[in-house]
């Protein structure tokens, strides 16, 4: 069963969320020596990562021992307004002490195919692993149609077994997308759910209580198999599910 924890607001879950993620970076880092992390894009991760760069946590992370990956991105050049990587750049990458080396991008300006192959080559030379890998935590969120990640409803790369990262052309954003795939994420040690709003509240419901469906509703994809699933959500998001607030 999935953890799922409530926040009163937004206030208190991006504190809430940046507290999770800086204990999820330091039990791994005491465990494994590093931490490896992908983000997630949108609107409700911005200001967890700023606050993750600001004076209360940037020093609470071992910035030289986490890389950070990225859990899809729009195919497009690293400067657009539209890229995960220049968000996640401008919020936080740019201020704290990262190597650069430890960024791991997705080529959003090649050609999707491969954008998507090379990245799962990193993927596979950086974890030196040809079975799925396991990242320490993968950060998602959910859209109001119950997309994740770039998994989007009706989509082919929902049924995708054997690739890690898969690009896909998403009709409804008119848009090619590369996206680690549900095995790839099933495969982590912990994955986060963060959502925000009362435009989310049915649609968490749908994924949390509804029918197994996730050709509609792809958020139900995420499973972890030997991992755990969190979500942290506000009180407008979860507020036709009973959780307990904090």
């Known amino acids: ?40 894009g949108g609107g409700t991760p911005r200001p ?5 760069a600001s004076a209360d946590f940037k020093d609470r992370v071992a910035w030289q021992a986490t890389h950070v990956w990225f859990g899809d991105e729009r195919c497009v050049p690293p400067d657009d307004a539209r890229s995960n990587y220049r968000m996640a750049r401008e ?56 997309h994740t990640a770039s998994l989007f409803p009706g989509t082919a790369v929902l049924r995708e077994q054997a690739r890690w990262v898969a690009p896909q052309y998403v009709e409804v954003m008119a848009t090619w997308r590369v996206t680690l795939t549900a095995p790839l994420i099933n495969a982590a040690r912990g994955v986060a759910f963060l959502v925000e709003g009362a435009a989310k509240a049915d649609m968490l419901w749908n994924v949390l209580h509804g029918p197994y469906q996730p050709d509609v509703w792809p958020a139900q994809l995420i499973q972890p198999l030997n991992g755990e699933a969190h979500w942290l959500v506000d009180a407008a998001a979860a507020a036709r599910v009973e959780p307990r607030v904090g």
């Open 48 to 52: 967890i990562y700023a606050r993750l």
């Open 1 to 40: 069963m999935p953890h799922l924890r409530v926040f009163p607001d937004r206030q208190n879950l991006v504190a809430g969320a940046a507290e999770f993620i800086a204990q999820c970076a330091a039990q791994a880092v005491a465990e494994r020596g590093r931490f490896v992390v992908a983000l997630s």
């Open 91 to 146: 919020t936080l990458l740019d201020h704290v002490a990262l190597p650069p080396a430890h960024v791991h991008r997705i080529l959003g300006e090649i050609d999707p195919a491969q954008a998507a192959l090379a990245y799962e080559q990193e993927v596979q030379r950086f974890f030196r692993a040809a079975t799925l890998p396991c990242f320490d935590l993968i950060l998602l969120g959910m859209g109001d149609n119950g």
